[in-house]
């Protein structure tokens, strides 16, 4: 019997071959955002990487906040990317990790490379520093304050800690390489004075590290092993290495923490930026973070998406070097795929018009059988009502029928899904020209299911009986952005699509009744939605539309 071939991306290939090489015994991952806003679907992806290679690895997957800059910081945000990291099933070993609860650690480590004569506070203003670092082409030039002797440095150093300087005055500065080609290695800014309330620590520090301090001093202090990260951080793996290294946690870049690095997952016509997203909730564009037009992990699952089908996103997506774009219409595709099988079926009519059976008892309800979902037989059956005054979709009905349009029209014969076959006996109209009601004959003889073979019709409808019928608030939603225009104006507005919302009233089959907010479901026709979780209450629903039916997607080859 032939080995089974299993295909693995460039990580695992590197992580097995740590492992094969004995450097490494146990698999530890993290994922580390900065809580300065809600995550979207390009996060997702890292946190299912970085979750995945822990679980294949037997290994462990912290979850940890990289909280050093307070200014944009909030436990809003906090709070939000613990409920998404838990909502994807990404499970973090012990509790929630914080950057912060590091500072004495990083402090420490600083001091340590003052002694070391590898770091000195200089004083140059930021204007000052950017002038003097060089460019692509030119090398840097060393601060007059470079030189400064080891026991000055600690002083000046501690001075900022206790608070003797103004914020902005001096930062502490490791000495690396002014010359460096690479400009990140050109004396990287470690520590500024910030008077910043922290949402964690406080008013206990009013200096605070920078990331590409912090980051390697937490990936080796929690003893990560393989520290995932984005391209643009390609640059910085130097400076990582240099500060695990001359802060003594490992002695060459080989040895663990290891930095690497894969290509971000670009969605197309979608709106990621955490400002532009910002700007949109305070200008009251969208309803929040959480607004079902965005690509929050937050607004996807309040629009129906499901954890399974985000993961099987990212599958689809794989895991390169390379920078690529995935249309949105994949994550539509995953979707369906995963609620096809999932999703009882039921009937809503969005659109409403009254249709009236003239010759059927005016007190009689049948109750019909229904197959609550026929890809899926194991999720029942249940009954739906049926009586003399129904509703149907305005667009099944039609008074002059256009060619080869198989539904209502007078004259013309259809099935009710589920029920009987009707046939159009004629129509109402309002003052203003709308049809308000249509009238048909029913033929008690071809009840569905009841074995009747006689004449075929070539069109079926479905409806909602009116007395036992649900009254629900639909959201259709198109892509938040024009897809025509791109998605950003020179002057970083988005090019905002009009119709991205349409809210209408409609009736559902009262079946509906027994689920709660959250749940999903198949609209016969009209697509998947979800009972919205925010706004639904006990006497009105609001329903999402996830997607439609169908699509013009097609899976790659």
Same mark, same amino acid.
């Given at each position: ?10 990580? @695992? ?150 608070? *003797? ?52 001093? *937490? ?14 951080? *390609? ?94 219409? =994949? ?22 018009? @009254? ?12 109750? =019909? ?43 013309? *014969? ?144």
């Amino acid at each position: 019997m032939e080995k089974e071939v299993v295909s693995k991306n460039f990580i @695992e290939r590197i992580i097995d071959q740590d492992i094969e090489e004995g450097r490494c015994t146990k698999v530890i991952t993290r994922f580390p955002p900065e809580p300065n806003g809600y995550l979207h679907i390009g996060h997702a992806k890292s946190i299912l990487l970085n979750y995945g290679l822990a679980e294949k690895y037997n290994g462990a997957f912290n979850l940890r906040f990289d909280d050093t800059n307070p200014t944009k910081e909030d436990i809003e945000y906090v709070n939000s990317i613990v409920e998404d990291v838990k909502w994807l099933n990404a499970r973090y070993d012990g509790d929630v990790k914080f950057a912060s609860n590091y500072f004495q650690d990083m402090y420490e480590n600083a001091v340590k490379l003052i002694k070391k004569g590898k770091a000195y506070v200089c004083d140059l203003s930021p204007e000052q520093i950017r002038e003097y670092h060089g460019t692509l082409t030119e090398p840097g030039k060393e601060s007059p304050y470079r030189n400064r002797s080891v026991e000055e440095n600690l002083r000046l150093f501690e001075g900022m800690k206790n608070g *003797e300087f103004e914020d902005g005055s001096k930062v502490l500065r490791a000495k690396i390489d002014m010359a460096s080609p690479n400009i990140n290695m050109r004396d990287p800014i470690l520590y500024r004075v910030a008077r910043i309330h922290h949402h964690n620590t406080k008013d206990d520090w009013c200096i605070y590290p920078m990331y590409d301090f912090a980051h390697p001093i *937490e990936d080796a202090l929690e003893g990560i092993t393989h520290s995932i990260c984005t391209l643009e951080f *390609e640059d910085h793996r130097p400076l990582y290495d240099w500060v695990v290294i001359e802060c003594g946690f490992k002695n060459k870049p080989e040895e663990f923490p290891k930095q690497i690095e894969f290509a971000k997952m670009y969605v197309t016509n979608v709106v990621t930026g955490k400002r532009y997203i910002k700007r949109l909730v305070e200008q009251k564009v969208v309803d929040g973070w959480d607004d079902p037009r965005l690509v929050t992990i937050a607004a996807l699952r309040r629009r129906g998406f499901t954890p399974e089908s985000i993961k099987m996103f990212m599958e689809l997506c794989s895991v390169s070097k390379s920078n690529s774009s995935v249309d949105y219409a =994949m994550l539509e595709y995953c979707i369906r795929e995963d609620l096809k099988p999932k999703a009882p079926r039921i009937m809503g009519v969005l659109d409403p018009v @009254e249709l009236i059976i003239d010759n059927y008892d005016e007190d009689k309800i049948e109750y =019909m059988e229904v197959t609550t979902n026929v890809e899926n037989p194991e999720l029942g059956k249940h009954m739906v009502p049926f009586g003399k005054k129904l509703w149907i979709e305005r667009e099944d009905f039609m008074e002059e029928p256009v060619k080869k349009y198989f539904r209502l029209f007078p004259g013309n *014969e259809v099935r009710l899904m589920n029920a009987y076959f009707v046939k159009c006996t004629g129509f109402e109209k309002d003052e203003n020209g709308n049809i308000t009601k249509v009238h048909c004959t029913y033929d008690p003889e071809t009840r569905s299911g009841s074995g009747f073979t006689g004449r075929k019709v070539k069109g079926t409808i479905h409806w909602v009986e009116q007395n036992s019928a649900v009254e629900v608030t639909a959201r259709l939603y198109e892509n938040l952005v024009d897809e025509s225009k791109g998605v950003y104006n020179e002057d970083g507005t988005v090019n905002l699509n009009p119709n991205s919302l349409t809210v209408t009233k409609g009736y559902v089959e009262p079946f509906v009744k027994e689920f709660k907010p959250g749940d999903s479901f198949q609209f016969v026709r009209n697509g998947y939605f979800c009972i919205d979780t925010k706004d639904t209450t006990d006497t009105e629903l609001y329903f999402n539309r996830i997607t439609p039916l169908k699509s013009s997607f097609k899976l790659p080859k």
